[in-house]
C-alpha cells in the first residue's frame, strides 16, 4: 500500500508515455483484468490384479482388468480474474506545493486505489488446507493371504486358495451379520470386525479383478484478453501424459472463448483529454471453455477492464474541496464520491 501526499491547486495528470518531468509527481496504473483459470485433472490407473485370468472360475465374474493402463481426464474447471496494473494506462499527477494537502491511495502493486481515503485490503479467508492424503498403493498387497496361500507352489494354486479365503470371509461377515455365532461381539467390536473383513475382502477380490487409483491434479492457466478470442486453445490433455503445451499433438485442445458483451452505450466514448484524473469504465466478458467434444465445462461472466473505456474526472472538482473518491482496484471503475 502507498500513501503519497496528492495537491490539487493546479491539478495535472498526464500519460507516463509522455514522459513528464515532475520532479513531485506521483504515478499510478489503472488495472488489467487477467482470467485465472483452474483445472482438476485427473489421472486414473488401472491395475490388472495378478489372478485375473482366474476371476470366472474361482469367483464368475468377467468384469476385470486384463492389462495396466493410464488416463488422465478434466473433473473441473473454475474460473475467475484478477487485477495486475497496466502498463499501458499509467499515469503522473503532478502535486502542487501551493494547494491543500490531500492523499492519493494506491493498492501494494500501484493500482489507483482513492484519493483522502485509507486504503483497506479486502479481507482475505484463510487458505484452505486439504487434509493430506496418504501416497495411491500402486501395488496389491499380499498380506492378507493366509499360509497355505503363500506356500502354494503355482500361480493357479494361489489363486484357488485366496478364491476360498474369499468365500470363508463371506461366510464369517454373514455369521456376524445374522447372530448364527454363539457369542457375538459388543457393537463397537462388532463395527471393527466387519470394517477388517470387509478390508480383507477388498484387498483379496483386487488381486482377481484389480484395481483402480485415481490421483487428483490441480494446474492454472493465466489469460490476459486484449480483444475477443474464439476457440482458442487454452491447453492440451494426453490421455497418457497429462496436461501438455498448446502445441503438443499429442494431447487433445480444450479450448476458451471470451467475448464482449459491454454495453457500449454505458460506457460511452474514449476520453482524450490530458487533463483530470483517468479511471476505467469497465466492460464485460462473456467466458467458456469446452473440451474436444464441444461440451461447455465453464461458463461465467465477468467484469474486464481492458474491454471498457477510459474517463477523466475534472481536475477543477479538486481544487474546491477535500473531495473523497474510492475506485475498484479489481475493474478501476469509480465507486463513490464524497464531499
Not at 158 to 182: C, F, H, P, V, W
Not at 187 to 214: C, H, I, P, R
Not at 253 to 281: A, M, V
Amino acid at each position: 500500500m502507498c500513501v503519497a501526499p496528492f495537491l490539487f491547486a493546479q491539478t495535472e495528470v498526464v500519460s507516463s508515455q509522455e514522459r513528464a518531468n515532475f520532479t513531485n509527481g506521483v504515478a499510478y496504473n489503472l488495472p488489467k483484468t487477467v482470467l485465472v483459470v483452474e483445472v482438476e485433472a485427473v489421472k486414473s490407473i488401472k491395475l490388472a490384479g495378478p489372478y485375473y485370468r482366474y476371476s470366472e472360475r474361482y469367483l464368475g465374474t468377467k468384469d476385470v482388468i486384463t492389462e495396466n493402463s493410464t488416463n488422465w481426464s478434466v473433473s473441473s474447471i473454475k474460473v475467475c480474474p484478477k487485477a495486475i496494473p497496466d502498463p499501458a494506462n499509467r499515469y503522473i499527477v503532478k502535486l502542487d506545493p501551493a494547494s491543500a494537502a490531500s492523499f492519493i491511495t494506491l493498492t501494494p502493486n500501484g493500482i489507483l486505489y482513492g484519493v483522502n481515503v485509507p486504503f483497506a485490503p479486502a479481507a482475505k479467508h484463510p487458505a484452505h488446507k486439504p487434509a493430506a492424503t496418504p501416497a495411491p498403493e500402486l501395488t496389491f498387497s499380499g498380506a492378507v493371504l493366509n499360509e497355505e496361500a503363500l506356500q502354494a507352489n503355482s500361480v493357479a494354486k494361489m489363486a484357488e486358495l485366496s478364491a476360498k479365503q474369499i468365500y470363508r470371509i463371506r461366510d464369517s461377515r454373514l455369521n456376524l451379520i445374522t447372530g448364527d455365532n454363539d457369542k457375538l461381539p459388543d457393537g463397537k467390536a462388532l463395527e471393527l470386525m466387519l470394517n477388517n473383513l470387509d478390508k480383507s475382502e477388498k484387498e483379496l477380490t483386487a488381486l482377481f479383478v484389480g484395481k483402480t487409483v485415481n490421483m487428483p491434479t490441480t494446474l492454472t492457466f493465466e489469460v490476459t484478453p486484449e480483444k475477443e478470442l474464439k476457440n482458442e486453445v487454452l491447453f492440451r490433455l494426453s490421455s497418457l501424459g497429462g496436461v501438455v503445451s498448446r502445441d503438443d499433438l499429442s494431447g487433445q485442445p480444450y479450448y476458451i472463448n471470451i467475448k464482449d458483451i459491454s454495453d457500449k452505450n454505458t460506457i460511452g466514448k474514449e476520453k482524450t483529454s490530458q487533463s483530470g484524473l483517468f479511471y476505467r469504465i469497465p466492460g464485460q466478458g462473456e467466458i467458456s471453455i469446452s473440451d474436444p467434444n464441444g461440451n461447455i465445462l465453464a461458463h461465467e461472466k465477468f467484469d474486464v477492464a481492458q474491454f471498457g473505456q477510459t474517463q477523466a474526472l475534472a481536475a477543477s472538482i479538486f481544487n474546491k474541496s477535500a473531495i473523497k473518491l474510492k475506485f475498484d482496484p479489481m475493474t478501476g471503475s469509480l465507486i463513490s464520491i464524497e464531499k
